[in-house]
């Protein structure tokens, strides 16, 4: 069964360090991915996605993430982290076999310490 | 460019009862997307719907549906709510010919007591 793993579920960084959130995926062929970005309340917005090509994908909010097939995962890393940044991060995949279903992983949630 | 708008924004319904929840795409998007966010379940897919069809089902009831319009904004219906239904309905759009790259609504907050 397809599948996206989080592993972190609560990350604390303090605030001008860097950040990376780790995602995994269990698929058969390359997925679509994408990381969307929920601040308490609110619905989702997007920051980056990976359908082809450069396996290095810049973002908004100063985000980028790295598509690395050989190890099945889409790693999100900002270099210096803002209060702002404060919120719960989800990777989400999409596959040409299932539609347009979005598979999400389980969440991260970034505090971030002044 | 206004973005995906979902009304109402909070819900409260009691156990049996019926919700109806909107959603209103982005401008030009033709494909509406449902997903269910409770808590300690995660995201979940419910529905798509695109040119007024219903493409795609998640893993729900047949008491979850819903319906496009000719203008392709949606309804997300629930009957016999029961009080697991409780969780945050979350509406994206998309082009149809790209599909994967979803935007999202703010979302509704159904509550059944």
């Known amino acids: 069964a397809q599948s996206v793993t989080q592993p972190d579920i609560h990350i604390t960084v303090s605030e001008g360090a860097s950040l990376e959130l780790r995602c995994n995926y269990s698929?058969?062929?390359?997925?679509?991915l994408f990381w969307y970005v929920q601040s308490p309340g609110q619905g989702l917005q997007l920051l980056l996605k990976y359908f082809s090509g450069d396996t290095l994908v810049q973002g908004i909010k100063g985000f980028e993430a790295e598509f690395k097939r050989s190890q099945s995962s889409f790693n999100l890393r900002k270099p210096s982290v803002h209060w702002s940044d404060a919120a719960e991060y989800f990777c989400?995949?999409?596959?040409?076999?299932?539609?347009?279903?979005?598979?999400f992983g389980g969440g991260t949630r970034v505090l971030v310490k002044p | 460019e206004a973005g995906v708008t979902q009304s109402p924004t909070h819900l409260i319904k009691t156990r049996g009862q019926q919700a109806t929840l909107r959603c209103s795409p982005i401008s030009g998007h033709t494909s509406v997307y449902w997903y269910q966010q409770a808590l300690g379940l995660g995201l979940q897919f419910l529905l798509w719907?695109?040119?007024?069809?219903?493409?795609n089902r998640g893993n729900f009831p047949p008491r979850f549906s819903g319906r496009q319009f000719p203008n392709y904004s949606s309804e997300l219906n629930v009957n016999a709510l029961e009080l697991e239904d409780s969780a945050l309905y979350l509406c994206?759009?998309?082009?149809?010919?790209?599909?994967?790259?979803?935007?999202f609504g703010p979302g509704t907050r159904l509550t059944v007591t």
């Open positions: 989400a995949v999409a596959t040409k076999a299932a539609g347009n279903k979005l598979t």
């Open positions: 994206a759009s998309s082009l149809a010919l790209t599909g994967r790259e979803q935007y």
């Open positions: 698929y058969g062929a390359t997925p679509y």
């Open positions: 719907y695109d040119e007024g069809e219903e493409r």
